[in-house]
């Protein structure tokens, strides 16, 4: 099974930072990667598949990047809003792997 | 605006079997490209997807959790229903359910999930 794997685990960040997330598959996975953000007590909601296509309605200071193994999600201001945990996932026909998770707090 | 709604029920003993029902609108799972997956999210700990099915009746499983999972739908009903059997204290979860318009395949609506305690 493809392994993702998340960095760091928790983020301190401040409002206006740019700040950027990583996740690494344990082997290629061209560009079939998802970002997924998630607030307390909440079902995540979907900002980036294909690894940079910006869903709709997602605003666009959130980006995605990435091919093969290693992929970054960027925020490129932090707004309060954005203070949640950021997921990312690994979709084919036959697998929807998620990593760990990365909490975003405030410093 | 599609929707998904988890029911069933909040505690489950030990060694019991768990059903869980995805009611659905605003979408059809005959349409080609269709899916619902089931995932799930232990108390403070990460998303776990479990099952997927797709508008062609094909399913995926989690590989380690595939001997106790069934998917089923259910058209007329608009619902998927997830089946696990032998539950045990670390199945404790919420589950949800979440559409995919795929290909390709991610969750763009999820429902609300719904807390499933496993306990004697």
């Known amino acids: 099974d493809i392994q993702m794997t998340q960095s760091p685990s928790t983020l301190s960040a401040s409002i206006g930072d740019r700040l950027t997330i990583t996740c690494r598959a344990s082997?290629?996975?061209?560009?079939?990667l998802a970002w997924y953000q998630q607030k307390p007590g909440k079902a995540p909601k979907l900002l980036i598949y294909?690894?940079?296509s910006l869903e709709s309605g997602v605003p666009s200071r959130f980006s995605g990047s990435g091919s093969g193994t290693e992929f970054t999600l960027t925020i490129s201001s932090l707004q309060p809003d954005d203070f949640a945990t950021y997921y990312c996932?690994?979709?084919?026909?036959?697998?929807?792997?998620f990593g760990q998770g990365t909490k975003l707090e405030i410093k | 605006q599609i929707t998904l709604n988890e029911s069933g029920p909040t505690l489950v003993k030990p060694t019991q079997t768990l059903t869980l029902t995805c009611t659905f609108s605003?979408?059809?799972?005959?349409?080609?490209?269709?899916?619902v997956a089931w995932i799930r999210q232990p108390p403070g700990k990460a998303l776990e997807w479990l099952a997927f099915i797709y508008w062609d009746d094909d399913k995926r499983y989690r590989p380690s959790l595939k001997s106790r999972l069934t998917i089923t739908r259910d058209t007329s009903k608009n619902q998927v229903v997830l089946t696990m059997t032998n539950l045990d204290p670390v199945d404790t979860a919420t589950y949800y359910c979440?559409?995919?318009?795929?290909?390709?395949?991610?969750?763009?609506?999820w429902g609300q999930g719904t807390l499933v305690t496993v306990s004697s």
């Open positions: 605003r979408f059809s799972l005959n349409t080609g490209g269709v899916g």
């Open positions: 979440a559409h995919s318009r795929g290909p390709p395949y991610v969750f763009d609506y």
């Open positions: 082997q290629s996975i061209g560009t079939w």
């Open positions: 294909k690894a940079s």
């Open positions: 996932q690994h979709y084919n026909d036959y697998s929807y792997t």
